[in-house]
C-alpha cells in the first residue's frame, strides 16, 4: 500500500516535530524552553496517531446515512485524551517551574542540577561529588562545603 | 469468562479496586473542607474495601476472565483481564498503599488524595487490557508520583520532580508515538486482538520500533538503564514513603505493563535481546553507583536500578522459565526495597555517620541485615531463590548474549556484597568512649511506625522462607498462565477469536 503524497509529508511533518521537540529537550538548559521542546514533541506524536487513522478520501466520522467511508474514529478519541492529559502536565510543569525559580532563582538546568546535587549531598551530611575515601575506624571530619552536620557540630 | 461456573455480581467488584480509590481521591478535598477525621480514615477504608473485594474474587477465580467495561464488546469497548498475575499486582497494589500510607497527622488532604490517585492508576495499570488505557493509567500514575514527589515542599524536592517530570514527558511521547506506530499496523490497541495479529504484523522493523520506543517510554517508572536519571534525586529528595512506593511499587507495574506487551504482542528474539542488553547495562551501572554511594538514600537508590536491571534480565529469558523468574525478582525486590527505604528513614544521613546505630535500634539494624542478605541472596532467604531461578534460566539458554548477562549478575552479587555488608559492618562497629553513635535522639513517633511496617515486612520475608514451596507453586502457575497467549485471546474473544 502506497501512501498519496500529503500523507507522506503529513507523515513527515509528524516525525519532525518529534525529533524538533526531542533535539529541544536534549539541547536547551533553560527549563522553560525543555519544557515547550515537550509539548512540541506531544504535538508530534499527537499527529501522529491521528495520521494513524486517517484517510483522504473519507468523511468525518458523523453517521450521517450517505454510506460514504468515514476516517476512523478512535485514534481521534484518543487524541483528544492525549491532548487533555498533555494539557494537565504542562500546567503542573509550569507551576513546578515557578516553585524551582522561586527557591533557587535560576531555570538554568546545569546550574540546576548541580545545586540539587549540593543540596542533597548536604543534607545527608556527605561532601558532593567523589572524594577520598576516609581512613577506616577514623571519624570524617566535616565537609568542606562547612555543612553543620550532628557529627561536626560536637567534633 | 464462564458465567456458569462464576456469580458475574462478584467478579465484576474487581472493579471497584480501580474506580472507589480514584473517586474517592476527587472527592477527598471536598470532605476535607467538611470533616477532617472523615478524611482521614476514608483513604484506608476505601484501601480496605478494595483489598477485600480482591480477595473475594481470588477465591471464586477459577480461570481468567474478562470485564468489557460498559458493557461495550472487544475490540470496540475497553477490558479488563483478570488472571492470577494481575490479580496479585491488583492486590499487592492495595496492600502496599495501605502499608505506606501517610498515617502521621500532620499530612495535607492533598498528599491523602495523590496517593489514592496513584492506588487507583496503579491497579487500572495492572487490570487494563488494552494499550491505550494503558497509557491512560500510566500518566495517572504519573501526575500522581509528581505531585508526592513534590508534596516535600523543599526547592530540591521541587527540582527533582521538575526533572523527573520531563524525563517522564520524554518517556510518554515516545511510548504514545510507539502506540501510534502499533496502530498503523494493525488497526487496534486491544492486547488480544493485537496477540492475533501480531505474528505477521507486527514481526518486522517497524514492530521492533514501536516495541523499543514504548520499552523506553515504560521504561522511565520501571527504571531502565538509559532513562532512569531521575532515580537518585527523587529517591533522596522526597519523603522515604514516597521512595518507597516508587521503588517498590511503581516500578513493578511499569514491569508488568511490558512484560504483557512482551508476552503478547512483541514476543520476537530482537525484542528479547534489546531488553537483555538494557537490562545488563542497568545492573552494571547500578550497583557500581551504588558501590560509590556515600549516603543510604542514594545507595539504595542505585541499588534499586541494579535490581530492577536484574528483573529485565529475567524477564528477556524466553518463554516460561524466565516469567517465572521475573515475577519471582520482582516480588521480592516488591517486598525488601521499600522496607529499606523506611529504614533510611532515620539513616538516610551519611553512611559514615551510622557508626553504631545498632546499639541505639538493634531492631532496626537486624531489620537491615535479614534484608540486605536476602537482596544478596544468601541462602535460605527468598532472595537467593529468586536469584537461582534467573541464573538457572540464564544457563538453559545457549546464546552468548545470555552467558554475559550470567556474568554480569555473579559480578554484581559480588559488589552488592560488598556495600551492604560494608554498611552493616559499620551499623555493629565499636564507638570509643564517649563518643555518639549515629543517631542520638530518641525516635520520633513515626519513625517507630515505620519500624513496625519494615518489621512487618520481614515478618513477611521470613514467611516466605517457611513456605517457599507452595509459593514457588503458586508463582509458577501464575507465570504459565500469563505465559499462555492462547487463553487470553479465547477469553477476551470467546467465540471466534476476532
Not at chain 2, 546505630?357 to 538493634?362: F, G, L, N, T, Y
Request: net charge neutral; charged share 10%.
Amino acid at each position: 500500500m502506497s501512501l498519496p503524497e500529503p500523507g507522506m509529508t503529513l507523515y513527515a511533518g509528524a516525525i519532525g516535530l518529534i525529533v524538533i521537540g526531542i533535539a529541544g529537550i536534549v539541547i536547551s538548559k533553560n527549563l522553560f524552553r525543555i519544557l515547550l521542546a515537550l509539548v512540541i514533541a506531544e504535538a508530534g506524536a499527537n499527529m501522529m496517531l491521528v495520521l494513524a487513522g486517517f484517510r483522504f478520501e473519507a468523511i468525518a466520522p458523523i453517521i450521517t446515512g450517505q454510506g460514504m467511508p468515514m476516517v476512523d474514529p478512535v485514534p481521534q478519541a484518543m487524541v483528544l485524551t492525549a491532548i487533555v492529559i498533555g494539557v494537565g502536565i504542562q500546567a503542573l510543569a509550569l507551576s513546578l517551574i515557578m516553585r524551582v525559580y522561586k527557591a533557587y532563582g535560576t531555570l538554568d538546568m546545569r546550574v540546576l542540577s548541580r545545586r540539587l546535587e549540593q543540596d542533597i549531598s548536604n543534607d545527608a551530611g556527605v561532601s558532593p561529588g567523589s572524594s577520598e575515601e576516609e581512613p577506616a575506624g577514623v571519624r570524617p571530619l566535616p565537609s568542606p562545603m562547612g555543612v553543620i552536620s550532628k557529627q561536626g557540630a560536637d567534633a | 469468562m464462564n458465567p456458569a461456573e462464576m456469580n458475574p455480581q462478584d467478579m465484576h467488584q474487581i472493579v471497584l479496586t480501580v474506580v472507589l480509590p480514584l473517586l474517592a481521591a476527587f472527592l477527598l478535598p471536598v470532605f476535607g473542607r467538611i470533616s477532617m477525621t472523615f478524611t482521614r480514615y476514608l483513604g484506608p477504608i476505601v484501601l480496605l474495601i478494595g483489598l477485600l473485594s480482591t480477595y473475594v474474587v481470588w477465591g471464586e477465580m477459577t480461570q481468567p476472565y474478562m470485564i468489557a467495561i460498559g458493557g461495550f464488546a472487544p475490540p470496540t469497548g475497553i477490558v479488563f483481564y483478570i488472571d492470577q498475575l494481575s490479580l496479585l499486582f491488583t492486590a499487592l497494589v492495595l496492600l502496599m498503599s495501605l502499608l505506606l500510607w501517610p498515617y502521621h497527622r500532620d499530612t495535607s488532604v492533598r498528599e491523602y488524595s495523590l496517593s489514592l490517585l496513584l492506588a487507583g492508576a496503579a491497579c487500572g495499570l495492572a487490570l487494563s487490557g488494552d494499550l491505550f488505557n494503558i497509557y491512560v493509567f500510566y500518566e495517572l500514575a504519573s501526575v500522581a508520583s509528581f505531585g508526592l514527589v513534590a508534596a516535600i515542599a523543599s526547592g530540591a524536592a521541587y527540582a527533582a520532580a521538575i526533572r523527573y517530570l520531563i524525563i517522564s514527558g520524554f518517556g510518554s511521547v515516545l511510548a504514545l508515538t510507539g502506540i501510534a506506530l502499533v496502530y498503523t499496523q494493525t488497526g487496534t490497541l486491544n492486547l488480544a486482538q493485537l496477540a492475533l495479529l501480531a505474528p505477521e504484523q507486527l514481526s518486522n522493523i517497524t514492530g521492533i520500533t514501536a516495541f523499543l520506543l514504548i520499552l523506553l517510554g515504560v521504561g522511565v517508572k520501571a527504571e531502565l538503564f538509559p532513562v532512569n536519571t531521575w532515580v537518585p534525586e527523587v529517591y533522596a529528595t522526597a519523603k522515604k514513603r514516597v521512595s518507597a512506593l516508587l521503588a517498590g511499587l511503581v516500578s513493578k507495574l511499569a514491569v508488568l505493563v511490558l512484560v504483557r506487551l512482551l508476552v503478547l504482542v512483541f514476543q520476537t528474539e530482537q525484542a528479547l535481546q534489546i531488553m537483555l542488553l538494557l537490562g545488563v547495562l542497568g545492573v552494571i551501572s547500578g550497583e557500581l553507583a551504588a558501590w560509590r554511594a556515600k549516603d543510604m538514600s542514594r545507595m539504595l537508590a542505585y541499588s534499586s536500578i541494579g535490581q530492577l536491571g536484574m528483573v529485565f534480565i529475567a524477564f528477556s529469558i524466553p518463554g516460561e522459565a524466565g516469567l517465572y523468574a521475573g515475577i519471582a525478582v520482582a516480588l521480592h525486590h516488591l517486598l525488601v526495597k521499600p522496607a529499606l527505604f523506611l529504614l533510611a528513614e532515620r539513616w538516610g544521613k551519611s553512611l559514615e555517620g551510622l557508626r553504631g546505630a545498632a546499639r541505639v535500634s538493634p531492631g532496626g539494624a537486624m531489620l537491615f541485615v535479614l534484608f540486605a542478605l536476602s537482596l544478596v541472596g544468601v541462602p535460605p532467604l527468598p532472595g537467593f531463590w529468586a536469584k537461582l531461578l534467573v541464573v538457572m534460566g540464564l544457563i538453559s539458554q545457549g546464546a552468548a548474549m545470555y552467558s554475559v548477562a550470567l556474568a554480569v549478575i555473579l559480578i554484581a552479587t559480588v559488589i552488592e556484597a560488598n556495600y551492604f555488608f560494608r554498611l552493616a559492618i559499620t551499623l555493629y562497629a565499636k564507638t570509643e568512649a564517649g563518643e555518639k553513635t549515629g543517631e542520638e535522639t530518641e525516635p520520633k513517633a513515626h519513625a517507630r511506625l515505620d519500624i513496625a511496617t519494615s518489621a512487618l515486612f520481614g515478618a513477611a520475608l521470613i514467611a516466605a522462607v517457611v513456605f517457599i514451596v507452595p509459593l514457588g507453586q503458586q508463582l509458577k502457575d501464575t507465570a504459565s498462565q500469563a505465559a499462555n497467549v492462547k487463553t487470553y485471546i479465547s477469553t477476551v474473544f470467546p467465540t471466534d477469536g476476532r
